[in-house]
């Protein structure tokens, strides 16, 4: 590698994040979240698994074509129909990465795969031969590494290199490792394998004891230079490490590092972490590390008195320097297609990955409904606008409630295009909302189970706009729904019709393949 101090930042919230999700993310919400991991600096973006299932494939693809600096990356197992899986949603692109993993612990060997560990050698060596048909970019994971016998592992990460590995991947699977044996796991390789100077040796901790930023720098400090991670901390049961976490660790702590540093544009981590909050419907936790609303608050009275007379008492990062700032782009109804072009570039949105008519004509009548637009309104319409570009078969036209206290019976009228016919559909119900959600299964036939239902506020104060995110249970599946207006009740509509969407297209989707449920995660 030239430059020796250079960590490579590897996100997986695509990939490892998606997959603990209890809905799947479609292909555009998946672009939009690489293109703000694009801004925010990552050097590998793990797009997905794409031999799982045709959404995967499609977002792997779309996601290869539209990033300009970061490398797209896709999962196999070491199958060759994985592989080629991978080859086929990226042919065509300059660069792309192939990841192929396999299990090398007994109890993932003998138990899960049912082989021996020379098996799996084989099957690991003949897998990245396959993958270097396909590209001179080859990752290798050797999976449950932390818990490998350290002679099998030796030997596995040297076979793979020979093999033409370019990255080797060393995942504590579990999250089961301390930091100091974790950082000995990485020097015995070091010491061990004789062509570990052939390929970058990656970290991919997991969360479970809490120890997955620690485990991360460990491995850095002991050779690896590039880590494996998710933002906010996403991915399979307690999660990956935290992207944030660790790119501030590093940046703040260089010196102690001995001047090692990622390429992570840290005032972009706050937008890139609320985007993907938004998008999975996965809310930070307020203590979070660096990107928790409460990571720079200050509440005790000799905590604030040391802030106020100088910030470095209690803050070793400062929030403007990952990006919290004022919401300071704000845009009227009197604002032109230039000026909203022009602020969502600036957001990072970069023309082609969005349409400009559709979100200019929502926009339009936000403003004329608010007033005052602001940048986080700017980008929720974006969070907003697939359903125009997918083919949506049904369309809230029109909402009407009666609600009130005592004597009201709560009562709603709504009106649905489905397909190209527009129905109307008055009903009760326990509530305003209830009552809108009796007219849409009337309408659209779908008798779904409501999971969860939350209202949050997006923006703040009197500016802000009501969220809607619902979960709904259909034919043994969840699907996701969400839905944004000024108005509480008409969010609520949106969210359920969007939910409903996704469930129409997914039967769509299995018409035409025949199957019943896809495979998801690995
Ligand atoms: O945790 C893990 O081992 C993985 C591999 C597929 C890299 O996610
Ligand atoms: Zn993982």
């Not at 074509?65 to 070491?78: Q, Y």
């Not at 930091?179 to 970290?203: M, Q, Y």
Request: hydrophobic share 40%; charged share 25%; proline share 3%.
């Amino acid at each position: 590698m030239s430059d020796s101090k250079r960590v490579i930042i590897f996100d997986t919230t695509l990939r490892d994040g998606e997959q603990a999700l209890q809905a799947s993310l479609s292909p555009r919400q998946k672009l939009q979240i690489a293109l703000s991991l694009e801004q925010l600096g990552v050097d590998v973006i793990e797009a997905g698994f794409p031999i799982s299932s045709p959404g995967d494939m499609e977002a792997c693809a779309l996601i290869g074509k539209n990033l300009k600096e970061a490398t797209v990356c896709g999962l196999s197992r070491c199958v060759e129909k994985d592989i080629d899986a991978c080859n086929e949603a990226f042919k065509g692109l300059d660069h792309f990465r192939i990841h192929t993993f396999i299990a090398t612990s007994d109890i993932h060997v003998q138990e899960k795969l049912r082989k021996g560990f020379e098996d799996v050698l084989d099957m690991a060596v003949a897998s990245v031969k396959h993958a270097r048909r396909y590209t001179d970019d080859v990752e290798f994971s050797c999976e449950d590494a932390g818990r490998t016998p350290i002679d099998h592992l030796c030997r596995i990460v040297e076979a793979a290199i020979n093999a033409g590995a370019t990255t080797v991947n060393i995942p504590d699977t579990v999250g089961y490792t301390f930091p100091l044996e974790w950082g000995g796991i990485i020097k015995t390789l070091f010491d061990r394998v004789p062509n570990i100077d052939k390929a970058v040796i990656s970290v991919h901790c997991h969360n479970d004891l809490g120890m997955a930023t620690a485990n991360s720098l460990t491995g850095v400090q002991n050779g690896a230079r590039q880590i494996e991670c998710a933002v906010n901390g996403l991915g399979e049961r307690a999660g990956n490490c935290s992207l944030e976490e660790v790119a501030m660790a590093i940046k703040t702590r260089a010196q102690y590092l001995d001047g090692i540093y990622t390429r992570i544009r840290a005032e972009n981590i706050a937008r890139a972490s609320q985007i993907v909050a938004g998008i999975t419907n996965e809310p930070v936790p307020p203590h979070k590390p660096i990107v928790g609303s409460n990571a720079f608050a200050h509440s005790s009275g000799i905590h604030q008195d040391g802030v106020l007379k100088n910030r470095s008492t209690y803050e070793i990062i400062t929030p403007e320097s990952v990006g919290f700032k004022e919401n300071n782009l704000h845009m009227t109804a009197r604002s032109g297609r230039h000026m909203i072009k022009a602020c969502l570039e600036k957001l990072g949105y970069h023309e082609g990955t969005y349409d400009l008519n559709d979100v200019y004509s929502r926009f339009l009548k936000l403003a004329d409904r608010k007033g005052q637009v602001f940048d986080y309104d700017l980008e929720a319409l974006l969070f907003f606008s697939h359903e125009k570009e997918e083919d949506t078969q049904f369309e809230l036209t029109a909402l009407n409630v009666i609600a009130g206290s005592k004597s009201v019976i709560p009562t709603a009228s709504v009106k649905i295009k489905i397909g190209k016919r527009v129905r109307t559909e008055s009903g009760t119900g326990n509530g305003p909302i209830d009552a809108v959600y009796n007219c849409i299964a009337r309408l659209t036939g779908i008798r779904a189970t409501l999971t969860s239902f939350s209202i949050n506020a997006k923006g703040s104060g009197m500016n802000a706009q009501g969220q809607v995110d619902v979960d709904v249970q259909y034919n043994g599946r969840q699907y996701h729904g969400k839905g944004l207006s000024t108005d509480v009740i008409e969010a609520a509509a949106l969210a359920l019709i969007n939910a409903y969407n996704s469930i129409y297209r997914a039967q769509i989707i299995e018409q035409e393949r025949g199957v019943q449920e896809p495979m998801k995660g690995v």
